[in-house]
């Protein structure tokens, strides 16, 4: 299939699209524009939230024109009150609407936490199932230029951790267009999280409507010495990583996992049952994150099956710093996974 | 009675009105005894924040409500419930822990639904309820439906940020929506003083461009007359309003007992509103103005009581949530 295939840039992309004529390439902008356009044209239930969503650049240009096309009661700006927005979304699903709700940065989610884990994760427990919130949370990391502790943070732990929520993180045109169909149409509160990195990267996306499922990952790159498992930006460099790799012939399996709650644990055991070897890499902080999940579930499924201990490869545990020279130091990629196979295999 | 009721500007107020009015507030009042007369059996195993005192308000409020209006409430929200028109089994089975209670026993006290009567979950985080309740109204407008929703809160919720924010969207979108403060002076042991500088809630509403009014939360046609206005001006496109009814809980913050005698509050305050009984004073009111007669009430009562009983038994009755229920009802 070729849209589950991952393309380091557009540049190789391109390559690849001339060789197969008859498939359409968007950048996941574009897909994730296209996806909400779609919805917004079929369902009247959908509409579309957040400070700033019918301004001119329209959050990195995923909701750009829409509010021209539909109206600014169906693609409707918002005052700075992320806590009471996020509650009039959660009560506006409850009542029956499928809204997508966008925080531009994943830093102003703390604002909405007593909403999101008090609120959207409980109501459908809490009441016996007699009430849904079929809800789409947006939200967006940033990274570099400078952007610091406040406007670069990584927080799909926080979210990972709450029963009730589902938490997704397609890294592929794709999988934006796809999964942000699937969880609008989930019935449970998505928190569907973006990485600013990724808004430029092509790949084939077929024009009409499809969904991709939430809480299933996909092999990247079948390999038979390392299983890496990769999220969001860090899919990328881990294909970087294993392509490196390759040339010292080390054969990596890489997974993008794209869901992290519910997370397919068996497809990351069936992997590392072949391989022996786990690396994860994640976009944000060690402790208590996805990365801690995968592992321990492996070694409570499958301990026997390890060959060497597992490794993890995340941010530095302190904030982002704002001064390129600290920026590169903060930032792990395609070498620090490297690395962490390397030790894997004892070298 | 036609003069005394043209003082209060309500020339279309019926017997019928009058009597629903009576037989809402006194079944609340009944319905909250009844658990203050069983809680020390310690079968009910979840707290309790009852509304003795305090139940000419949603009295008042629900009765300009439609069945498919929106209720938004609290911790303290049984009143609003009952007088939003909730049957009593599946509240009582509902405090007794038991899977046909209105959450299927994971719910408890605080956390009441009745969806079919418009109520769709309550927050017991302090204001947590009141941005759905402003959600649940956008959704409405999104619909072209012609709902109302009211969202009850106390005076504890108006210092809660939630409340600022979610009243400015309503105002600014012009939502049909109803804020209902109870102010009953308290946020558990801490009076209104000690908290806000102003003590006009009411007022807040004209920084928002949006309709304000301060009632007498212990008479219930001034609160029915104050939510008439407001939701039909929410009804017809005018926006919020924000209806301040000033009140007082008879019992402590939690539970079936009074308070003043662990020093919260004063004795006297709780015997000034005591003499001040909305249930008593409109009894009073309607007899001597001839509405109805004591033989009426009478019967009231003891249809409500009969009521009480039957839930009570029912929820008793009842089987509780089987164990593997534990994990259903997460996701869809
Ligand atoms: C966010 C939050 N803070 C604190 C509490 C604890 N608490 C529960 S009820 C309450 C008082 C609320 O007072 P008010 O809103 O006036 O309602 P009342 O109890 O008087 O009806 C408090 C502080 C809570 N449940 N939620
Ligand atoms: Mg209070």
New interface residues.
């Given amino acids: 299939m070729p849209w589950t295939k991952v393309y380091g840039n557009k540049a190789e992309f391109e390559k690849h699209l001339a060789g197969e004529p008859g498939l359409r390439g968007l950048t996941y902008r574009e897909a994730l524009l296209e996806a909400a356009s779609q919805m917004l044209a079929s369902d009247p239930s959908v509409f579309v939230i957040g400070e700033g969503v019918d301004d001119s650049g329209g959050v990195f240009g995923t909701t750009k024109g829409l509010h021209q096309r539909f109206g600014k009661d169906r693609v409707m700006d918002s005052p700075l009150a992320e806590n009471a927005v996020t509650g009039i979304a959660v009560g506006a699903a409850v009542a029956g609407m499928r809204p997508i709700l966008v925080h531009m940065r994943v830093d102003f989610m703390p604002l909405t936490m007593d909403q999101i884990i008090n609120h959207a994760a409980k109501w459908r427990y809490m009441f016996g199932g007699k009430l849904n919130v079929p809800l789409v949370i947006r939200s967006i990391v940033g990274r570099g230029w400078g952007s610091a502790a406040q406007h670069s943070q990584n927080l799909q732990a926080l979210f990972a951790h709450i029963p009730g929520l589902k938490v997704v993180m397609p890294s592929t045109p794709f999988d934006a267009k796809g999964l942000l169909k699937a969880s609008v149409y989930d019935g449970n509160p998505v928190i569907f999280i973006e990485h600013r990195w990724l808004y430029e990267h092509m790949g084939h996306v077929p024009e009409e409507s499809y969904t991709v499922p939430i809480g299933k990952g996909i092999v990247r790159r079948p390999g038979k010495d390392a299983t890496v498992v990769g999220i969001s930006h860090m899919v990328y460099e881990s294909m970087k990583a294993a392509e490196e790799l390759m040339g010292e012939g080390i054969d990596c399996e890489v997974i993008d996992l794209r869901t992290i709650r519910p997370m397919d644990t068996g497809l990351i055991i069936e992997s590392v049952k072949k391989t022996g070897r786990l690396v994860v890499a994640d976009t944000g902080w060690k402790d208590c994150g996805p990365g801690s999940e995968i592992i321990t579930r492996v070694v409570e499924e499958a301990f026997g099956f390890l060959k060497a201990p597992a490794r993890r490869v995340n941010l530095p545990d302190v904030p982002t710093p704002a001064s390129p020279a600290l920026e590169k130091a903060y930032y792990p990629g395609a070498a620090d996974i490297v690395s962490a196979v390397k030790k894997t295999l004892g070298k | 009675m036609r003069k005394e009721l043209l003082k209060y500007g309500m020339q279309t107020l019926t017997k019928n009105i009058l009597d629903r009015m009576y037989a809402s507030m006194l079944r609340i009042r009944m319905f909250e005894e009844k658990i203050v007369e069983l809680y020390p059996e310690q079968e009910m195993k979840c707290p309790v924040h009852l509304c003795i005192g305090q139940e000419a308000i949603a009295a008042g409020v629900c009765l300009n409500l439609k069945k498919d209006d929106?209720v938004?409430s609290n911790h303290r929200g049984h009143g609003h419930c009952l007088a939003k028109g909730s049957p009593m089994r599946p509240l009582f089975a509902e405090f007794y822990g038991k899977a046909t209670?209105?959450?299927?026993?994971?719910?408890g006290s605080m956390?009441l639904?009745d969806?079919e009567r418009g109520i769709?979950?309550t927050?017991a985080?302090v204001g947590?309820g009141?941005?759905?309740?402003?959600?649940?109204?956008?959704?409405?407008m999104?619909?072209n439906e012609e709902r109302v929703t009211a969202i009850f809160f106390g005076d504890g919720a108006y210092d809660e940020?939630?409340f600022y924010?979610?009243f400015?969207?309503a105002s600014?979108k012009k939502l049909p929506v109803v804020f209902v403060c109870e102010n009953n002076f308290y946020a558990t042991n801490s009076h209104q003083s000690a908290r806000q500088p102003g003590c006009r809630i009411s007022d807040t509403a004209a920084a928002f461009d949006a309709h304000g009014v301060c009632v007498d939360g212990n008479d219930v046609i001034a609160v029915y007359k104050a939510a008439r206005d407001s939701v039909s001006r929410a009804a017809r496109g005018g926006g919020p309003s924000l209806i301040e009814a000033k009140t007082y809980r008879w019992k402590g913050h939690v539970g079936p007992e009074a308070d003043f005698d662990k020093g919260s509050r004063p004795k006297e305050e709780l015997d000034y509103w005591v003499e001040r009984c909305p249930v008593k004073a409109f009894r009073a009111f309607l007899l001597e103005k001839n509405v109805t007669t004591p033989k009426e009430m009478d019967e009231v009562a003891s249809a409500i009581k009969a009521e009480i009983d039957d839930a009570v038994s029912f929820a008793r009755a009842s089987p509780y949530p089987e164990a593997k229920e534990l994990l259903?009802?997460?996701?869809?």
């Fill in positions: 929106y938004f209670g209105c959450s299927k026993g994971k719910g956390h639904v969806a769709l979950g927050s985080i947590g009141i941005p759905m309740g402003v959600g649940a109204s956008l959704a409405s999104l619909k940020g939630a924010e979610s400015n969207f600014l259903e009802d997460l996701y869809i």
